[in-house]
């Protein structure tokens, strides 16, 4: 398991010049997030939106669908939807894990064209063995997608930029892999229990509040 870490927001805004140190790795007081990242972070208008999409306060999950500890996580993320009527969660597919997390992540956002993608990104999610073009395109027919429509989605400019947009916002806080959460000023990272992830949500909203 990887060792779960808090990491700090800092100040420095997206598009800035300099380096972008965003995410710093501790934890004593928060800095608040600029405006920029955050916006960046929980408003992409490319990024999957489960939940309340009016919700007080906004989860992102960085994730691979061949990281274990994000497979290991897809339960708690139902819970915490299902239970939660005023939390939003966005979902950033950063496909670290090679050639074959980049096609599950562009098939898995190709599916939110066809309506299905929560049901996809479940299933992936609890496949056996890797995510590949042969696993991956099982599952898409598995849970009824048009698989021809599907890869012909895949290409669109827009899952592009999504995924481009996830390796630029990881490079610039500084990410240390996935699954990463991040909510209002503070972000950890590696797998976390329900009540872990509940209390980070209760931070964030007595932040923002």
């Not at 928060?30 to 955050?38: D, T, Y």
């Not at 898409?140 to 895949?154: H, I, P, T």
């Amino acid at each position: 398991m990887p060792t779960r870490r808090h990491i700090m927001i800092s100040a420095t805004a997206l598009g800035a010049s300099a380096a972008f140190p965003a995410l710093s790795q501790t934890a004593d007081r928060p800095n608040p997030m600029p405006a920029e990242l955050r916006n960046a972070l929980e408003r992409s208008p490319n990024a999957p939106v489960l939940g309340n999409p009016d919700g007080d306060v906004t989860l992102t999950e960085f994730f691979d669908y061949n990281c274990e500890f994000c497979r290991k996580m897809i339960g708690t993320m139902q819970r915490l939807i299902t239970t939660d009527p005023d939390l939003r969660v966005v979902y950033r597919e950063w496909p670290v894990f090679g050639e074959g997390s980049e096609f599950a992540s562009r098939a898995s956002l190709a599916s939110l064209e066809q309506g299905r993608y929560w049901q996809f990104h479940a299933a992936l999610l609890g496949m056996r063995g890797r995510a590949v073009e042969a696993t991956v395109m099982r599952t898409a027919r598995d849970v009824g997608l048009d698989e021809d429509r599907l890869r012909k989605d895949m290409d669109a400019p827009h899952i592009e930029e999504h995924i481009s947009t996830s390796f630029a916002l990881a490079d610039h806080m500084g990410l240390m892999g996935t699954p990463t959460f991040i909510a209002g000023d503070e972000g950890v990272f590696g797998e976390m229990s329900l009540k872990e992830t509940q209390e980070l949500i209760a931070r964030a909203r007595q932040t923002l509040g």
